[in-house]
């Protein structure tokens, strides 16, 4: 009779952590895409950002630069990014930028940075608690993607 | 914005992260948004109407000094009543990682959570020991702020994570606007100290002796200090100051008011530490209240002066150094005006109402990455 109460019990708690750490999984992954949305808002915004100030300083590379950033293939983009990091080095540098763009253009870069920094914290976790021992045995991370860091040099001008 | 912050030591003692939330939340209400601070304390103060009140904080021994902390289930109960009271768009702990209201908030959340770390924590073994705990604060928290460099390098060696850098910010206009104390700084020119004296890593008896030379050819040069300490046991240590030691005037513990008043009194403060400052927040304190700084040349010191620019270093723990340094001061007015005035171009990026404008970026993103999740269905 014991025995049977004993194992009741031990199927309830494991079957109760189990579904606690689906959860857990499952909350990790939606919050590392949500980074990833927020971090393409923020390139998008910096993209758009360069065009308007390439065109008011008459830089076309940098135009050049920045469409093919926002039109990159996903397994392009971070390439393109820090390429168009570098030429908006430059135009930072450059005397010929005026200085309204040029504090909107510090910004915007500031904001990309914060949200890389906030997208890989999170890709982090997820991949964390994707190589625990239990969600691996029991396949709890198979409906999600593997997420990826987003491996760029440090986008922020000062 | 409507944001909650939890503060984990009472506002009953004075101390740094305490400070930093009462200027934080300040400037944020200033800013117009809505702020509720919760804290370890009995009773609702007139000073703070801001700050709820979470309940008795016990002392507790850590990272080699005692915090007042709460910690338990009705402490665990007030947070999740204060949260669901306060309906927040954004919940902002600070020190998440030590059993505290942070970590009882961070644990009951839901949505958007900002932490800021402050103290350089060192690897323990309890820290070791809870990782699977600290792995589930960390999760829950979407932006982490450290205060310093140092602060940000503990995140990424011992918790395997990163932290975004946002300087403590300092309130330039309270320490610009600050009235001397009546009788300094005097014709002959005075030098400033402010801290634990006694404290080996402050470096006090570095300034000691470079004061000990510059008073022989100087007769009236002085020596303002302030800070709590044994006079007696420090001066002990000091026979060659003993023919100087009336013109060493210590204050004792001052106010925060008589702080920003002592900074504003001398003609060039004096930071002669040793090691094991994260940040150098006195440092922003002085170049706020437009006084030229002297300070040893420690990575922390060095970053915040612009590479010796906004102040003077010198080589750590060299005493003559440092007399030869503060006597070319004294005796070129210009070239401290020109220090000071380059630390006022410096300190303005410090000052609070810029700093809080950078974390309410980092709320904005962490709002953005909260609203872009689809909340599925309790089943």
Redesign the interface.
């Known amino acids: 009779m014991w025995w049977v109460i004993t194992v009741v019990a031990v199927v309830v708690l494991v079957a109760t952590y189990l579904t606690w750490l689906a959860a857990r999984v499952d909350r990790l992954h939606a919050r590392a895409v949500a980074a990833y949305a927020t971090l393409d808002a923020h390139l998008l915004r910096r993209a758009v950002v360069a065009v308007s100030l390439a065109e008011a300083a008459q830089l076309p590379t940098l135009v050049y630069a920045a469409r093919i950033a926002v039109d990159a293939q996903p397994e392009d983009r971070e390439v393109a990014e820090n390429d168009l990091t570098r030429h908006l080095r430059d135009a930072h540098e450059d005397a010929a930028v005026p200085e309204p763009e040029l504090s909107g253009l510090v910004q915007v870069s500031r904001r990309v940075a914060l949200a890389r920094q906030v997208h890989n914290d999170v890709v982090r976790d997820a991949l964390a608690v994707r190589r625990r021992l239990l969600v691996r045995l029991f396949r709890l991370a198979r409906k999600h993607p593997r997420p990826a860091y987003f491996d760029v040099d440090d986008p922020s001008l000062s | 914005m409507r944001i909650g912050i939890v503060c984990p030591y009472s506002f009953d003692v004075p101390g740094g992260v305490q400070n930093h939330v009462r200027d934080l939340a300040e400037t944020l209400i200033a800013l117009g948004h809505h702020v509720s601070v919760l804290a370890p304390g009995d009773e609702e103060s007139g000073e703070q109407p801001y700050v709820v009140p979470a309940g008795r904080a016990v002392p507790v021994p850590y990272n080699g000094s005692v915090a007042r902390v709460s910690f338990g289930l009705i402490s665990a109960t007030r947070v999740r009543r204060w949260m669901a009271a306060g309906r927040f768009d954004v919940l902002h702990v600070h020190e998440p990682l030590i059993p505290s209201l942070s970590m009882l908030a961070v644990l009951s959340a839901r949505g958007p959570v900002v932490a800021t770390f402050h103290t350089a924590m060192t690897r323990s073994r309890a820290l070791a020991a809870a990782q699977g705990l600290l792995?589930l604060v960390?999760?829950k928290i979407?932006?982490?702020i450290a205060v310093s460099e140092l602060a940000r390098k503990v995140q990424v060696e011992h918790l395997?994570?990163?932290?975004?850098e946002i300087p403590n910010g300092v309130q330039v206009s309270r320490y610009r606007t600050a009235v001397p104390l009546p009788g300094w700084p005097g014709p002959g020119g005075t030098l400033g100290f402010l801290g634990r004296f006694t404290e080996p890593r402050k470096g006090f008896p570095f300034l000691l002796q470079a004061f000990a030379t510059l008073a022989r050819s100087r007769p009236d040069l002085r020596l303002l200090v302030a800070g709590p300490g044994d006079v007696d046991e420090v001066m002990a240590d000091f026979p060659d100051i003993s023919p100087y030691r009336d013109r060493i005037v210590f204050l004792g513990k001052v106010s925060e008011e008589d702080k920003a008043r002592m900074l504003r009194s001398v003609d060039l403060y004096i930071a002669p530490n040793t090691g094991g400052e994260s940040f150098g927040m006195i440092l922003t304190e002085a170049m706020s209240a437009g006084t030229t700084v002297v300070a040893s040349d420690l990575d922390a010191f060095r970053r915040v002066l612009d590479g010796g620019r906004a102040g003077a270093l010198f080589p750590v723990g060299d005493s003559a150094a440092l007399a030869s340094t503060i006597g070319g001061l004294l005796d070129d007015p210009t070239r401290r005006a020109a220090l000071a005035a380059r630390a006022t171009e410096v300190v303005a990026a410090y000052d609070w109402p810029v700093v809080a404008e950078r974390v309410l970026?980092?709320y904005s993103?962490?709002i953005?990455?909260?609203?872009?999740?689809?909340e599925?269905p309790v089943p």
């Open positions: 792995q960390l999760e979407t932006g982490r395997g994570g990163s932290a975004w970026e980092v993103t962490v953005e990455v909260a609203g872009a999740v689809v599925q």
